[in-house]
T-cell receptor, first 112, second 113 residues
Framework: GQQVMQIPQYQHVQEGEDFTTYCNSS?????IQWYKQRPGGHPVFLIQ?????EVKKQKRLTFQFGEAKKNSSLHITATQTTDVGTYFC????????????FGTGTLLAVQP | DAGVTQSPTHLIKTRGQHVTLRCSPI?????VSWYQQVLGQGPQFIFQ???????GRGNFPDRFSARQFPNYSSELNVNALLLGDSALYLC????????????FGSGTRLTVV
């Protein structure tokens, strides 16, 4: 079945450093979404990418969808303590169900 | 405008019992999906309902069932609970089955003892 993997599993950075998480799907995706889950919280939708090679920015966050629509990345510039949490990518295959398959997640810890 | 509401927030059940979890989607959202999230892992897809019909089922045993009501609220039922069913159960609503971001509820934390 479809699998979505993320690396790294865990990243610890000093406040102000940059952070990147990578997402790889075993199958081609119709779109990819990114979610953030704070410790003890629930996933919160950040963004959706649909087009091959698409790049979107939200303040310090840059999201990219690969040309083959099988991989994606999230880059955070100058991390802040408020960025702490687990970042999940989630892909939809565009099939009859169009269910969202979540990646394994990257836990980001930011030291002040 | 209320977000996605789930009840109860926490639940403790004994092995072999049955549980019903409830979800009310955002007003106007017709699609409800259920996910199971075990500690330290990503959410796993259980069911998707759209316009009161099941549109997708994940790789979960028949002990798991769900339904969607005319007002688009939904219930997830789990029979014959096992210790391994202990998890955070998340409900997500979206406008349709299409390419829209999901809004998740705060979840129901189920502990099976």
């Amino acid at each position: 079945g479809q699998q979505v993997m993320q690396i790294p599993q865990y990243q610890h950075v000093q406040e102000g450093e940059d952070f990147t998480t990578y997402c790889n799907s075993s199958t081609t995706l119709s779109n990819i979404q990114w979610y953030k889950q704070r410790p003890g919280g629930h996933p919160v939708f950040l963004i959706q990418l649909v087009k091959s090679g698409e790049v979107k920015k939200q303040k310090r966050l840059t999201f990219q969808f690969g040309e083959a629509k099988k991989n994606s990345s999230l880059h955070i510039t100058a991390t802040q303590t408020t960025d702490v949490g687990t970042y999940f990518c989630a892909g939809q295959d565009g099939g009859a169900t169009n269910k969202l398959i979540f990646g394994t997640g990257t836990l980001l810890a930011v030291q002040p | 405008d209320a977000g996605v509401t789930q009840s109860p927030t926490h639940l403790i059940k004994t092995r072999g019992q049955h549980v019903t979890l409830r979800c009310s989607p955002i007003s106007g959202h017709k699609s409800v999906s259920w996910y199971q999230q075990v500690l330290g892992q990503g959410p796993q897809f259980i069911f998707q309902y759209y316009e009161k019909e099941e549109r997708g089922r994940g790789n979960f045993p028949d002990r798991f069932s769900a339904r969607q009501f005319p007002n688009y609220s939904s219930e997830l039922n789990v029979n014959a609970l096992l210790l391994g069913d202990s998890a955070l159960y998340l409900c997500a609503s979206s406008f349709s089955q299409g390419n829209y971001g999901y809004t998740f509820g705060s979840g129901t934390r189920l502990t099976v003892v």
